[in-house]
T-cell receptor, first 114, second 113 residues
Framework: GENVEQHPSTLSVQEGDSAVIKCTYS??????FPWYKQELGKGPQLIID?????GEKKDQRIAVTLNKTAKHFSLHITETQPEDSAVYFC?????????????FGTGTRLLVSP | KAGVTQTPRYLIKTRGQQVTLSCSPI?????VSWYQQTPGQGLQFLFE???????NKGNFPGRFSGRQFSNSRSEMNVSTLELGDSALYLC????????????FGQGTRLTVV
């Protein structure tokens, strides 16, 4: 079945620096790749997503890139702020009928120091 | 628009008991998925319901079951609880047909003692 690897497991940056989290998926049939942010005591929050027909997507300080050939996708956060501190999960899904089985990476704990 | 609502937020149960968790999706959403989150196994897919039908299931024992009602609200049930069932159970809501974004609730924290 699908497997998603995520690195690094922890990431510490200074406020204002950039942060990059990388994921690799195994199933070439995967075509949808969301990123979630989970703060302590809360459920995962969808922050950005990308579909397999797009190579890059940006939303203000957050961007996601996808390399289908290498089966890699990455989350880029620029000008990090303390409120960006959280656990970030990547996920992959295959199929085009709306089935919602997401396979998640193991998470990256991001700590942004003032 | 209200988000995904899960009740209760916290539960403590004893081994061998059963438990029912509830999820109300975003208004208009017809798909509800359930996930188990633990420190050791991460986020794992349990099952998905769409229009009252289970259309996808993860690798969990038969003690884990669910259902969906005509108003799209969903419940999941765990019977004969084991210590290892202690976890955060998350519900995700999506429109379903051809729409991909899934939005999570706050989760139900289940502790089995």
């Amino acid at each position: 079945g699908e497997n998603v690897e995520q690195h690094p497991s922890t990431l510490s940056v200074q406020e204002g620096d950039s942060a990059v989290i990388k994921c690799t998926y195994s199933d070439s049939a995967s075509n949808y790749f969301p990123w979630y942010k989970q703060e302590l005591g809360k459920g995962p929050q969808l922050i950005i997503d990308i579909r397999s027909n797009v190579g890059e997507k940006k939303d203000q300080r957050i961007a996601v890139t996808l390399n289908k050939t290498a089966k890699h996708f990455s989350l880029h956060i620029t000008e990090t702020q303390p409120e960006d501190s959280a656990v970030y999960f990547c996920a992959a899904r295959k199929g085009n009928t709306g089935f919602q089985k997401l396979v998640f990476g193991t998470g990256t704990r991001l700590l942004v120091s003032p | 628009k209200a988000g995904v609502t899960q009740t209760p937020r916290y539960l403590i149960k004893t081994r061998g008991q059963q438990v029912t968790l509830s999820c109300s999706p975003i208004s208009g959403h017809r798909s509800v998925s359930w996930y188990q989150q633990t420190p050791g196994q991460g986020l794992q897919f349990l099952f998905e319901y769409f229009s009252e039908t289970q259309r996808n299931k993860g690798n969990f024992p038969g003690r884990f079951s669910g259902r969906q009602f005509s108003n799209s609200r969903s419940e999941m049930n765990v019977s004969t609880l084991e210590l290892g069932d202690s976890a955060l159970y998350l519900c995700a809501s999506s429109q379903g047909q051809g729409h991909t974004e899934a939005f999570f609730g706050q989760g139900t924290r289940l502790t089995v003692v």
